[in-house]
């Protein structure tokens, strides 16, 4: 797995993690809603780890980003509805997705350049 791929992914995974867990804590979330924010930072970090030992797992990491841009987009809009809306953290949120949106590209682009080589 290409070194600042790796990197960025653990990266993410852990403000990702830090950053949930700072919402709940702060918060009123009830935590079983954070159950799939966990899973998706967890499954980034050990596919992460998974990909640098043994690269077709990189197959798998588009996956977990595209999940992650889908909680984050949902979590967007639900703040952004005009009539339940919350308003909070919007542009966080944008930084979010724009971050995890870079993930994607890059792992699919990590993907891609070791699939041609081997």
């Known amino acids: 797995m290409a070194r600042t791929m790796y990197y960025y992914t653990l990266f993410c995974a852990l403000i990702l993690a830090i950053g949930e867990t700072l919402v709940v804590i702060n918060t009123e979330k009830y935590w079983p809603l954070s159950l799939d924010d966990y899973l998706a930072v967890a499954a980034l970090a050990?596919?992460?780890q998974a990909a640098k030992a043994k690269p077709k797992w990189l197959a798998m990491l588009p996956a977990v980003w595209?999940?992650?841009i889908g909680n984050l987009y949902a979590m967007?809009?639900?703040r952004l509805d005009p009539v339940t809306g919350s308003g909070e953290r919007i542009g966080l949120l944008?930084?979010?997705i724009a971050a995890a949106a870079v993930g994607l590209i890059g792992a699919i682009q990590t993907w891609r350049k070791q699939s041609a080589s081997s």
């Open 94 to 96: 944008i930084v979010a």
């Open 76 to 78: 967007l809009f639900t």
């Open 66 to 68: 595209t999940f992650i």
């Open 46 to 48: 050990i596919l992460a």
